[in-house]
């Protein structure tokens, strides 16, 4: 590889958090090379260019969507969300009765399957009489991701037989209705309109305590596994601190235990998610180790 390759491989690593890549440069390399020609770039160096001058951000938003790893499914992982509907949201939904309020965030959303998991989920539980006047709650989930190919095909809510691969016939025909013709279904709108999407970059929440708004519950599953670990404790730190009051975060299978020292943990069948302390809103680092220690 030549070094004006080898350097803007470093420069998009670096960018993207995506360490995935550190012992695959030659990977990375070739797939920057398929934009470097879309680009009509007659080297490293002249896309490196064009990326410096990208004001718009849409060829970052084209190279992101090409090198991110966007395996995902509904109800990916049954162990957590059996967790999530039977222990986590019921508890948030009664704390939160007199607000009448629930913020969600997934961060790394893919397209989509994750937050409209939560939306499926939060939706029965408020059909189900779990608390009062039900049709007078707000519910936000938020799904954000790097790739704004993942992010448009979340807008669409429309899927293939892959991503709905855990689900039975049943709630298949309950949740989605398929498009004709085709062999795609179309999640319902009642559980589409719930989730709304945004570009974001988790190397972004590495700054702690924003003036931002918080959230009652954070999913963030398989996307630090693309990380080093130094980049994982920051971004743990910078999600616990957009946690509400006794919010939640909940990490991937595979990544939990990063946040042990941090967060109290809650362990549950095959699952685990974190918490913070009541008391503890919007603290920085050492505050939100030190209310919990
Ligand atoms: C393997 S998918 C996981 C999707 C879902 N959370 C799940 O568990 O099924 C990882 C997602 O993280 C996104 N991602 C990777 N790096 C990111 C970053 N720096 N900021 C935000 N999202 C990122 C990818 O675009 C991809 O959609």
Redesign the pocket.
Known sequence: MDRGLRSLVDVVIAQ???HYYDDKPEMLARLMETRIHACGCDTAEAYGRLLDHDAQGAEWRALESLI??????FF?DAAQFEALEHVILPRLLRERAAARTLRIW?????NG??PYSLAILVRRLLDSGLVADAARWTVDILG????QF?LSEARGHVFRPWSLRGLTREQISRWFERVPGEQLWRLRDRFADMVRFEH????DVIHPCPKGPTFDLI?C???LI?FTPARVADIVEGLASRLAPSGWLML?HAEAGVAADRLAVERFAGAQAYRLGPVVACAGPRAVRAAIV
């Not at 974001?200 to 190397?203: F, K």
Request: charged share 20%.
């Open positions: 993207t958090g995506l991110t790893i966007r395996e995902t499914f990916r997934s961060a790394g959303c893919s399957a994750e954000t991701d790097l790739s993942a974001g970059n988790l190397l999913l599953r398989n996307v693309y991937g």
